[in-house]
């Protein structure tokens, strides 16, 4: 079945240290690609998206690309702020169903 | 924010008793989804619904069960809540295609003991 892989956490940074959070996946079809973030005691939030492969999702800093050939879609910003301090998750959308599909999540840790 | 709130924000119950969870959405979404979520596992699909009285299982559906009589709310029940569903539990939202992005909201907070 259709899946995805993230790298375990917690990542731990200084602030403005390039970070980059691996997640893989696996799944039939074209699927939709996420980012979500977490935030202490909060719910989730879409944090950027790519719909096809080679497309670059952004926001607030953060990229990554849907790479087909890899079935990847790394998160990465360049220079990370305390204020990045979060769990994020990738998530795939199966293609003809209404569902997401998580990853474990990788907590992020910047420290000042 | 896609206006999604949930009641109660915590709760703590006994091995047993039932329990009802409420997810309540103003942005008149089609598509509403209870997961829960716990240590190493990320988020888990419960239930989700399509459509006002249209519901499917999902992955972890064993001793829950949802209503959706309103296209608004969204109700999970625990009929009777046993201590391996202590865990926080989101409801989410979405619109139809081609958004196909969910949105979430605060979480509930549920304890068995």
């Known amino acids: 079945g259709n899946s995805v892989t993230q790298m375990e956490g917690p990542v731990t940074l200084s602030e403005e240290a390039f970070l980059t959070i691996n997640c893989t996946y696996t799944?039939?079809?074209?699927?939709?690609l996420f980012w979500y973030v977490q935030y202490p005691g909060e719910g989730l939030q879409l944090l950027l998206k790519?719909?096809?492969?080679?497309d670059k999702g952004s926001n607030k800093g953060f990229e990554a690309t849907y790479r087909k050939e890899t079935t990847s879609f790394h998160l990465e910003k360049g220079s990370v702020q305390v204020s990045d301090s979060a769990v994020y998750f990738c998530?795939?959308?199966?293609?003809?169903?209404?569902?997401?599909?998580f990853g474990t999540g990788t907590r992020l840790q910047v420290f000042p | 924010d896609a206006g999604i709130t949930q009641s109660p924000r915590h709760k703590v119950t006994e091995t047993g008793t039932p329990v009802t969870l409420r997810c309540h959405q103003t942005?008149?979404?089609?598509?509403m989804y209870w997961y829960r979520q716990d240590p190493g596992h990320g988020l888990r699909l419960i239930h989700y619904?399509?459509?006002?009285?249209?519901?499917d299982k999902g992955e972890v559906s064993d001793g829950y069960s949802v209503s959706r009589s309103k296209t608004e709310d969204f109700l999970l029940t625990l009929e009777s809540a046993t201590s391996s569903q202590t865990s926080v539990y989101f409801c989410?939202?979405?619109?139809?295609?081609?958004?196909?992005?969910?949105?979430f909201g605060p979480g509930t907070r549920l304890t068995v003991l």
């Open positions: 790519a719909t096809k492969a080679d």
């Open positions: 998530a795939l959308s199966e293609a003809n169903t209404d569902k997401l599909i």
């Open positions: 799944a039939t079809g074209y699927p939709s």
């Open positions: 619904s399509y459509g006002v009285k249209d519901t």
């Open positions: 989410a939202t979405r619109g139809g295609e081609p958004y196909n992005e969910q949105f």
């Open positions: 942005e008149n979404h089609r598509y």
